[in-house]
């Protein structure tokens, strides 16, 4: 047990910079697969389903960058939000299965997510509040 937690924890920390460089993608990937999904389930086929995951990964991070990049100081708070709560739930995510790989989950397991959630989630934010205004 105590080795687990020691190898858990080691490996959270180490991929930890990994995961915070690439949490803002966590909300455009997450439409992405939500519209190909409605594609695919619609009967449009796969090409589709892939060109309308394109479609909508790429507006959204147009659409962030036009919002991040402007002066109006709600519009970027709101935007970074919106980044910010997928990438919260996707680092809680990220950590469980970590954790779960080399221990049971238990309260431990719960309260290492939720730092690591609110950690993503800053970083997130952060990433996009700190982009050049424009």
Partial sequence: MILAFFVSVTAIVLLTRLFASMIVFALPLYC??????????????????????????????????????????PARIMVSLAFALPAGLAGYHAVQGIWGAFAPVGIASIIVGAGAALYFG?????????????
């Fill in 32 to 73: 992405a697969g939500l519209s190909a999904m409605y594609v695919w389930q619609h009967g449009l086929g796969i090409p589709a389903a892939v060109l309308a995951a394109a479609a909508s990964a790429f507006a959204l991070l147009v659409a962030a960058k036009l919002l991040v990049g402007s002066t109006s100081i």
């Fill in 122 to 134: 800053l970083a997130a934010q952060k990433q996009l509040l700190s982009a050049p205004q424009g």
